[in-house]
Structures are given as C-alpha cells and as structure tokens.
C-alpha cells in the first residue's frame, strides 16, 4: 500500500499563476483533510472532506479551492497564488471525520510563490 | 490561538536518556493524539488517548493526560539517534462538532 500520496513534491509559481495540488488514498478512508504547515505555527487546516461527495471550509480556507474527485483521490486549487501561500502543504486522509481514527498523511508539497 | 501547545520548543539530548515533551491545550477535549515528523517528511501518527484514559504506552512511548490541568506528556525512554524529529500534539475537540487543533510542535535532537 502505498498510503498518501502527494504530487508534486516540489512547485514555484510566480504571483498570480495557479495550479492544482493532487492527493490520492489507498486506505479506502472516507474523510480527507488539506493542512498547511508554516514555521511556528503548527498545522492549519484549510478544506476537508469528510466522506465522498462533500466538502467544507476549515480554518484558513482563503485562496484555496478543494475537488473530492471520488473516495480516493481529494485536490486543492490555488486559483491565484499569493506569496502568503507560499508554504508546505499536506494531504491527511483517516476513516472517519469524527477524529477518533488518527490520520495518515501524506509526504507533503513544497510550494513557493515569488 | 493555538488550542494544543507544545513545550519545550526544541530539546537536545543524549542518546540513550529520556525525552518529555509536554502539550498543553485550553478547552474540553474528545482525545488527544501525539505525531511524529522527521525532517522533510509528513507527519506519522504515535498514539492516541481519550479524555476518559490517563495513561498510555506503546513500546519506548509513554503518554499522560491530566485533564485537570489540561495537559498531556510524551516520554521517550532510552532515546536514540532515529528518534530526532519534531513532535506534535494535536487535540480534537468534540463541541460545535469535532475539529483537531495542531499545536507548533518540539523539536527533538538525539545526540549519538
């Protein structure tokens, strides 16, 4: 299995440009998260989806865009990217939203906006 | 601000002794887990203990909740070179449904 699996794993984009970060699960779990990991701060959630079908706004869902493509695979769009996004990002997935399944994440994506 | 608090920031030890790492949270909680991260790398699940639990183990990993004084440690025994990483917990609140909250984490460098 090969857990989470983010791509791509490193992106620069000037101001302005978008692009869309891709995650998919082989866990068949049904809720998935997008975190962003910034120095000092912690992880903060920015979309999730806690099963197929749907998808709601987390703590800093500013700037962003989430697609649940189907039980596997959840992406996140920057529409227009900013410098303050620039950040690690990381996809979770667990089995179910209700948080007492720890989550699995995946190796991250390292994105600079310049 | 920030629900689970890690303390200390960053911590260096000697192989083979002991490494705590405290969390400290502020409001009611459902469980509270702990996570690993080594450098570069996502984060990977530890241990989980619910507010009802006040003790847990899993090999070298002790954790302690005392929700009394809302706070939760990790012990590392006999520390080892492969456990340098940072640490987090992060809590999971179960009011106004269920929402988990990172803290910033520890830094843990185990000298060989």
């Known amino acids: 299995n090969a857990g989470v699996t983010q791509t791509p794993k490193f992106q620069v984009l000037k101001t302005g440009q978008s692009m869309t970060l891709q995650c998919a699960q082989d866990m068949n779990h049904n809720s998935m998260y997008w975190y962003r990991q910034d120095p000092g701060m912690g992880l903060r959630l920015i979309y999730y989806s806690a099963s197929e079908g749907t998808t709601d706004k987390g703590e800093v869902p500013n700037g962003y865009n989430v697609s649940r493509l189907n039980k596997r695979e959840f992406s996140l769009r920057l529409e227009s990217a900013a410098p303050s996004q620039t950040s690690v990002y990381f996809c979770a997935s667990s089995e179910l939203r209700n948080m007492v399944n720890p989550m699995s994440f995946g190796p991250g994506t390292r994105l600079t906006v310049t | ?112």
Not at chain 2, 11 to 30: D, F, H, R, V
């Open chain 2, 1 to 112: 601000s920030q629900q689970g608090e890690e303390d200390p920031q960053a911590l260096s030890i000697q192989e083979g002794e002991n490494a705590t790492m405290n969390c400290s949270y502020k409001t009611s909680i459902n469980n509270l887990q702990w996570y690993r991260q080594n450098s570069g790398r996502g984060l990977v699940h530890l241990i989980l203990i619910r507010s009802n639990e006040r003790e847990k183990h899993s090999g070298r990993l002790r954790v302690t909740l005392d929700t009394s004084k809302k706070s939760s440690s990790l012990l590392i025994t006999a520390s080892r070179a492969a456990d340098t990483a940072s640490y987090f917990c992060a809590t999971v609140r179960n009011t106004g449904g269920f929402k988990t909250i990172f803290g910033a984490g520890t830094r843990l460098f185990v000298k060989a």
